[in-house]
């Protein structure tokens, strides 16, 4: 079993996604970064006010996305909302960016005072509809320790939704999740094939045969499946659910936090 994760005061804590407006240069674009800002802060007090134990932001409106990596004007306004986050959510806070830009999600981790990034193509690659998304645990890891960001985790999804994975059709799951940790992630992170697709059983449970790292579940979780989760995972990244009518890009609604937090908490007990 691993040990509880020192970021969280819950044993099984609940991540959940602020998914920010689109980012200035992007196709949807269409906030100012005040604005952008405000939204995402309304979001925070919210997942706090309803015993959400952590915040995930990610870019997620900025489709299409860019392979491996984005511009400064990205990077710049997450940073900046990051921070102000970070300081009005007095939560465990991480990033992610899209897609597989996760040196730069590292480097505002870092300047945002964040506590773990998610990353894409930690261990093997995958084919994304960006494209062929390369494993970057070496020039990551490396670049953390360059800038003194040691203590910012690396949360590492495996076998990577929306992506295919024939070229590593012969590696399974669990295969994959030891990879990561010999590659010294800090967690692994299992999802269903799309947003908002719940993880298989089988899957998870392969991945905890094979590492020692927390295994978290990165989609499709539901105060309705939860039980079936519940033993099995040691954490829960939300975002879909936690939103008006259960779609990511809408805003998050209250009454769908508060009854996942008050399930999650009846199973705790």
């Known amino acids: 079993m691993p040990a509880k994760n020192p970021l969280f005061s819950s044993l099984k804590p609940v991540v959940g996604m602020i998914h920010l407006e689109a980012l200035p240069g992007t196709p949807a674009s269409r906030r100012s970064v005040r604005e952008i ?3 995402a802060l309304r979001e925070a007090r919210i997942y706090r006010e309803e015993g959400v134990h952590g915040i995930m932001i990610e870019n997620m409106h900025d489709a299409p996305y860019l392979r ?12 900046i909302v990051a921070a102000a986050v970070k300081e ?9 960016i899209l897609a ?3 040196t730069e999600a590292m480097a505002v981790a870092h300047a945002a005072n964040l506590d773990f990034t998610r990353v894409e193509g930690f261990a093997f690659a995958h084919v994304a509809d960006e494209g062929l998304i390369q494993a970057s645990a070496a020039p990551l890891l490396r670049y953390r320790k360059q800038i003194g960001a040691d203590r910012v985790q690396v949360w590492a999804d495996v076998k990577k939704k929306h992506s295919s994975h024939a070229i590593t059709a012969d590696i399974g799951i669990g295969e994959t999740a030891e990879a990561v940790e010999f590659m010294r992630g800090d967690a692994v992170i299992i999802t269903g094939t799309v947003t908002g697709d719940p993880p298989k059983l089988a899957d998870i449970r392969s991945a905890k045969e094979h590492c020692h790292l927390p295994i978290y579940l990165g989609s499709g979780v539901t105060a309705q499946n939860l039980a079936k989760y519940y033993t099995l995972a040691d954490g829960f990244i939300v975002g879909s659910h936690f939103k008006a009518d259960g779609l990511w890009s809408n805003a998050v609604d ?7 937090m008050k399930r999650h908490g009846q199973l705790g007990k």
């Open 88 to 96: 009005t959510a007095k939560l465990p806070c991480g990033v992610q």
């Open 100 to 102: 597989g830009a996760n």
């Open 37 to 39: 800002e405000a939204q």
């Open 68 to 79: 491996g990596e984005v511009g400064p004007e990205v990077i710049a306004v997450m940073a």
């Open 254 to 260: 209250v009454k769908r936090i508060a009854r996942f």
